[in-house]
């Protein structure tokens, strides 16, 4: 599924950071059951190409499957070579942007300034990462979108919860990334269910 239909159908991208192999698929079916459409699998995970492979080789056409904490243009066609077709990062690193566009993949980089965010758009990315959202809040967000291209979607992520997705929201955050809200390492699939069913409630208030 790419990453526009994916959003569309729910603005949440699940982090599982610390997931493994041998557990992801029963953690991404929780979260496809409870209306989440994106799963990135961040590369400080155990094993994260085995388990983009697993999630891509089951869920590709249900979900935007891809990576987090993609550093290097390497980690980028490695991820491709195992189906992921998201790329996230925590930097906004040109190189990176412009190796995940040129393999058809959908970045979405780091970025926390007016010349991180116009470096990532010039360098091909059209979704935005704002990290860590938490340290500057939604009034920040509201000033940048007032001079960002109208075709670029901003994700806020890091320490963004349920409670506060509305404001964001309001702020003109259109897609949100939820780590530990969703998927702590060491969870069962139930606990991730439940979590999910929290996110997806909230997200159902938003207008």
Do not use: C
């Not at 996230?88 to 993949?105: D, F, M, Y």
Request: glycine share 10%; proline share 7%; hydrophobic share 50%.
């Amino acid at each position: 599924m790419k990453l526009e239909a994916a959003l569309a159908e729910a603005p949440v991208v699940a982090i599982v950071r610390g997931v493994r192999p041998d557990e992801i698929l029963d953690h991404a079916q929780a979260l496809f059951e409870a209306g989440v459409r994106g799963v990135e699998v961040p590369l400080n995970s155990p094993e994260p190409l085995d388990s983009i492979r697993a999630l891509a080789e089951t869920f590709a056409d249900r979900m935007a499957v891809g990576a987090g904490t993609v550093l290097t243009p390497e980690r980028v066609e490695a991820v491709a070579e195992a189906g992921g077709r998201i790329i996230v990062s925590p930097n906004t690193q040109p190189e990176v942007i412009r190796r995940a566009v040129e393999l058809g993949l959908d970045p979405a980089p780091g970025f926390a300034t007016a010349t991180e965010a116009f470096t990532a758009i010039e360098a091909g990315a059209r979704h935005l990462k704002l990290f860590p959202a938490v340290t500057y809040g939604p009034a920040h967000l509201k000033q940048l979108k007032a001079v960002l291209p109208a075709d670029v979607t901003v994700w806020a992520v890091g320490g963004v919860g349920p409670d506060g997705m509305a404001d964001w929201w309001a702020a003109g955050a259109r897609a949100f990334g939820l780590g530990g809200e969703l998927y702590k390492a060491g969870q069962s699939p139930a606990e991730t269910a439940e979590k999910a069913a929290r996110v997806m409630a909230a997200v159902r208030r938003l207008a």
